[in-house]
């Protein structure tokens, strides 16, 4: 039974330049949230998607935007890099609002 | 809001010796609390967890837990430490009801054990 997948693993990218990262979710759970984890710091909320769309959104900009697919699989936009969004992306996915379980992270790095 | 404070940056302990990580969190309502453990470059681990019922809670990889409602503590402890144990530890809390089923995550707590 695969766990939570991410890709890329890592990924560079310039100031003002896009990025999609993507998530699979554990089998069997239909929710998916996303994280940014600042080094040294504990993960970020972003926002959660649930039936194709987004039930909850923490307090990051409008930069940032997703999606979920019927397979309820996962995708995490972010527009206009800036040098701060240098971060770990988490995904996590759960049973609806059970225990949420973790991906390895995306690392991406904006120069 | 709910909160959760990790008052020690880094914990060290002796391998064979019972370890110790402090979590204190404020919720409204009953709280729902979490240990997740991360290796360096790797996602988070999911450990244990407290819902309801008994107040010690029994984890992966001999963790446990005790849940404290009087002094809002959930620490994280184990009887006997190895080595491989070394590693990033997360404490989580998220309220029971009310909309929201986000948790929120402390800053972490490193803990190294030496040989």
């Known amino acids: 039974d695969a766990g939570v997948t991410q890709s890329p693993t890592h990924l560079i990218k310039t100031r003002g330049q896009q990025v999609t990262l993507r998530c699979s979710p554990k089998s069997g759970h239909d929710t998916v949230s996303w994280y940014q984890q600042a080094l040294g710091q504990g993960p970020q909320f972003i926002f959660q998607y649930y039936e194709e769309e987004e039930r909850q959104r923490g307090n990051f900009p409008d930069r940032f935007s997703g999606h979920q697919f019927p397979n309820y699989s996962s995708e995490l936009n972010v527009n206009a890099l800036l040098l701060g969004d240098s971060a770990l992306y988490l995904c996590a996915s759960s049973l609806m609002v059970d225990t949420q379980y973790f991906g390895p992270g995306t690392r991406l790095t904006v120069l | 809001a709910q909160s959760v404070a990790q008052p020690e940056d880094q914990v060290n302990v002796a391998e064979g010796n019972p370890l110790t990580v402090k979590c204190t969190y404020s919720?409204?309502?009953?709280?729902?609390l979490f240990w997740y453990v991360q290796y360096p470059n790797r996602g988070l681990q999911f450990l244990l967890k407290y819902i309801t019922g008994d107040n010690l809670v029994k984890g992966s990889y001999g963790f446990e837990a005790e849940f404290n409602k009087s002094q809002t503590s959930f620490h994280l402890k184990k009887p006997s430490a190895l080595v491989s144990d070394s590693a990033l530890y997360f404490c989580a809390v998220r309220g029971s009801g009310g909309g929201s089923y986000i948790p929120t995550f402390g800053r972490g707590t490193s803990l190294i054990v030496h040989p």
């Open positions: 919720v409204s309502g009953n709280p729902y």
